[in-house]
């Protein structure tokens, strides 16, 4: 690469030479491939893609690590939760007069005893009326002992059966969970490695996206450089035909041609003129498809820098390991490592789980020092395991579908690769014909050559006819036009050839 090329395409990069003095934009293949690669949407979904398997990568990672999480609630029920039934409820509450009433007859028969006492004591001739009066004292102070007695254990009744009451008809709960995987069947293991497989995927799917814009650019570049070749080439037969033509015309004035031959002559023109008017459009469609391909508007008026065309046959290319750096073969290896690691997973589904959690939790009402109306809690920590135990062979069956798939992925990349294979032969192959095609339209490109000198040079001396020199134009003009498209093909042969082996690369 010369020292002119390489400040044009440092200046194009920066911006400074977006277009030329009379406003015509001067584009490079370096540069309309970085163009094309820039302004590409689908890359551009490609890249994001690439972006999206990081992160899932990313998040596949923290399932190594311990989880925190927050729960909270609150729940209205119509009725509380009670812990005595209504009749235990009633017998507390009256507690007091229950045992009131049984004391009560208790004093009854102790009055019958103490007036029989009495009577005794008056047979006895003792004086009964102190006896009487101390006896009618000790009963009045009874029956007020028993009624503050029988009101007090009422009253605590009561207090116990409020303190049984639950009132949980507003709940508020909240705990604060750390769970940690312990054990999970190999699930996180397969999971992580998928997120790899999944992040290499998307790479080579950007790869073989950019592969195939830049292969669609240089396509569209060649052919730019092959009209822009051929209209010089049409310009310059153009300009042969018309001096052959004003030659005649003198000849004819002087009287050594007839208007005959000038007449073949004028023909000859047109056709020309026709030829160089088909080129001319030609290109210009050429150039809106490459500007379409670059970014451009298709009306931008743009030239090529033309790189100098191959004029002997190029060296062959190193077959070995033909298409392993395809990207769309990584891809299928991919897939077929995605397969493998889904099968494990399902695996796992068959194995033991183990999980480390603990936390913290709290309720209004709690229950840890009776039922309170009031926040409380306590700190946890526990041991989760899930043994798999019978499931009616639903993990067999999807492990070996999982199987099945895995099968057809490793034949559809076999597949590929033979095709691929194929492909790589048939590149190599357009490649030794574009040399072939080269070497001999050299051969014709010397013998048109040295045919129309001989036709020009006996056409001035008087020996040739007009359409001999034609005839040798013709063919002059024919062995040009298949020396460019033989150099082109040699261009894009060895395209082809890189995109078949994977090589085709910015």
């Not at 004591?121 to 007695?149: D, H, R």
């Amino acid at each position: 690469m010369n020292k002119r090329n390489v400040m044009f395409r440092w200046l194009f990069v920066l911006g400074v030479i977006p277009a030329m003095a009379q406003g015509v934009q001067v584009l490079t293949l370096d540069s309309c491939r970085a163009m094309a690669l820039r302004q590409n949407k689908q890359l551009s979904i490609a890249k994001l893609k690439q972006d999206m398997a990081h992160n899932v990568k990313r998040s596949a990672r923290t399932k190594y690590l311990p989880h925190l999480s927050a729960i909270g609630t609150y729940q209205w029920t119509s009725e509380e939760i009670s812990l005595l039934n209504d009749q235990q409820k009633t017998s507390l509450s009256n507690l007091g007069t229950t045992a009131a009433n049984s004391l009560q007859g208790m004093a009854g028969g102790l009055q019958t005893q103490l007036g029989q006492l009495g009577q005794l004591l008056g047979q006895a001739g003792l004086p009964m009326e102190a006896f009487q009066q101390m006896a009618g004292q000790m009963q009045q102070q009874f029956g007020q002992t028993l009624t503050n007695t029988a009101g007090m254990l009422n009253t605590e009744g009561q207090k116990i059966v409020d303190a049984f009451r639950t009132d949980t008809r507003n709940i508020f709960a909240g705990s604060i969970v750390v769970t940690q995987p312990v054990f999970l069947g190999g699930a996180l293991v397969a999971l992580n490695r998928m997120a790899d497989i999944n992040e290499q995927m998307q790479e080579h799917s950007a790869e073989a996206r950019q592969q195939l814009i830049i292969y669609s650019t240089d396509q569209a570049f060649w052919q730019v450089v092959s009209l822009r070749h051929k209209q010089r080439l049409a310009e310059s037969f153009l300009e042969v035909v018309k001096k052959l033509d004003s030659d005649v015309q003198k000849m004819i004035n002087e009287g050594v041609a007839t208007r005959s031959e000038g007449l073949g002559v004028s023909v000859k023109v047109n056709e020309a003129e026709m030829t160089l008017q088909k080129v001319n459009d030609g290109l210009v469609l050429s150039k809106m498809l490459l500007c379409k391909q670059v970014g451009l508007p298709v009306n931008t008026d743009i030239e090529v820098e033309e790189p100098t065309l191959p004029t002997t046959p190029t060296q062959p290319t190193s077959l070995s390991d033909a298409g392993s750096s395809r990207p769309e073969l990584k891809m299928l290896a991919d897939a077929v490592g995605i397969s493998q690691q889904a099968t494990n997973i399902l695996k796992a589904a068959n194995l033991p789980q183990v999980a480390l959690t603990g936390g913290y939790a709290i309720s209004n009402p709690n229950v840890l020092n009776g039922f309170e109306k009031k926040f409380g809690g306590f700190w946890n920590v526990g041991l989760l395991v899930r043994i798999p135990i019978w499931n009616w062979g639903d993990v067999a069956y999807k492990v070996r579908a999982s199987k099945n798939a895995t099968a057809i992925a490793n034949l559809e990349m076999d597949e590929a690769r033979d095709l691929i294979e194929l492909q790589v032969n048939q590149s190599t192959f357009k490649v030794d014909e574009a040399n072939k095609r080269l070497a001999m339209a050299q051969k014709s490109i010397e013998r048109a050559e040295e045919n129309l000198r001989v036709a020009n040079l006996g056409f001035q001396e008087g020996v040739i006819t007009t359409t001999v020199v034609m005839e040798a134009q013709t063919a002059w003009l024919q062995a040009q036009s298949q020396l460019i498209d033989a150099q082109i093909d040699v261009c894009l042969s060895q395209v082809d050839l890189q995109k078949a082996l994977g090589t085709l690369n910015p």
